[in-house]
């Protein structure tokens, strides 16, 4: 286990290590003191998406969707609760494929929403289509210890 975790800020993309020493989930960023975590998913734009994927040393669970579709739109409040379960040990982000032509052409999106798990900036698992916070937490775990 690294001695410590490198963690982007959701605020303002600072990069901070948490030493693997101290709660994780209490933890603030050293340049502009919001929370690293706060038990909900972080919007990103495409910059701010590779950001997470170069820095973050912890899992990231991406959320791809978009405002008019309907599925996604239903998701959204489980993802939500879905990260309550997952952080701190996950980063769970959300990326709007209309603004992200270029992410959503570079994972291959054929569908939304969509959500990709990452380690260390690769992808390990994916799937398309709306489920309940159970299964998001369930689908993550599972892949995340498949993939360990």
């Given at each position: 286990m690294p001695a410590s975790e490198q963690i982007v800020c959701p605020a303002c993309n600072a990069l901070n290590r948490i030493p693997s020493d101290r709660p994780a989930a209490a933890a603030k960023c050293?340049?502009?003191h919001a929370r690293l975590f706060d038990a909900r998913p972080v919007q990103v734009t495409e910059a701010e998406f590779d950001r997470h994927m170069k820095?973050?040393?912890?899992?990231?669970?991406?959320?791809?969707?978009?405002?008019w579709c309907g599925p996604c739109r239903t998701m959204a409040p489980q993802f939500e609760r879905a990260a309550a379960a997952l952080e701190p040990h996950v980063r769970l982000l959300k990326l709007n494929a209309d603004?992200?032509?270029d992410v959503?052409?570079?994972?291959q999106v054929r569908g939304?929403?969509?959500?990709?798990?990452?380690?260390?900036?690769?992808?390990?698992?994916?799937t398309a289509g709306a489920m309940n916070a159970d299964a998001i937490v369930r689908w993550t775990q599972q892949n995340l210890s498949l993939n360990t």
């Open positions: 050293g340049a502009c820095s973050d040393s912890i899992p990231v669970l991406l959320d791809v969707w978009a405002p603004e992200a032509p959503s052409a570079r994972l939304i929403p969509a959500l990709f798990l990452f380690r260390n900036g690769k992808p390990v698992a994916q």
